[in-house]
């Protein structure tokens, strides 16, 4: 045998190993899937919702009632519509919300990282302040059943797509935002560079960091059964307060889901306020899980 047969048979062996390592990592990127797109009707419809003259009116007060720009209350008080010429707007794209799956969480087969939850669109007061909107379906029909101070939905993801592309999705146990692209997952911001490091993470180091940090406080859970889920961060210290206390949608933004919409990726009320549950028994923390908002 020659030298250089040597040396190819060797680089051979290398490169199987090399292969061989990756398998496991290659195998998990296929058998997590990107999650499955609302139709472009349902973005529509919920966009179409956002913006009805409805919602400004609520945008109105929303505004009115929450401190201006300076720290000092909006000029006109809680309960007044905007003076003419000042009314709130919608601006820019309306966009599905993915959260972390709980299904991705224990492990299942073929589950994606992350689920739709809402659809958020992103309303500007006449002062610059912003809000963010968020609609789901109830029935055949779109309605809005929060709105948020703040515009992080929309705008991590305009930033995920100006990296590149990718499924922005949010990590409300620690209030961290984060891209998926193929079997990398990036940060979008500090909580998530602190999780996951400055150059992101594989989808596998990514399962194992959450499923080591809430596996066992999944639904049916003990955790969850003795009514621990909530209050406290994963590691069980609690969480400074940071005005995003999560409160419970209104009871009429709550309907029966339609089975045959759920199945056809389409955002249901009963499923955003199933998926809010869910995440409580991910082991949010009260303080830290979604921004302050007001139920409609």
Known sequence: ????????????????????????????????????????????????????????????????????????????GAGLAAPAGTAPRIEGATVPVYVLSPDFVRGKAGAPVARVEFMASKAVAADGRTASVWTAQKGSAWKVVNIASGDDETRYAAAGAGQGGGTVFHEPQIDAWYVQRGDRIEPLDDAARKAVGADGTTVAAYRKRVTEAYGDKLPGSAYDKRGEAGGFGPDGATTADTGRAPQPLAASAVDTADAADAANGAVTAASTVAGAAAVLALGLSAAAAVRRRRSR
């Open 1 to 76: 045998m020659t030298k250089r047969t040597v040396a190819r048979a060797a680089t051979a062996g290398a490169l199987a190993a090399t292969f061989l390592g990756l398998a496991p990592l290659t195998a998990l990127a296929a058998d997590v899937p990107a999650p499955q797109a609302p139709p472009r009707a349902a973005v529509t419809a919920a966009r179409d919702a956002a913006a009805s003259a409805a919602t400004a009116d609520t945008l109105a007060r929303f505004f009115a009632a929450a401190p201006a720009k300076g720290g000092a209350r909006a000029e006109g």
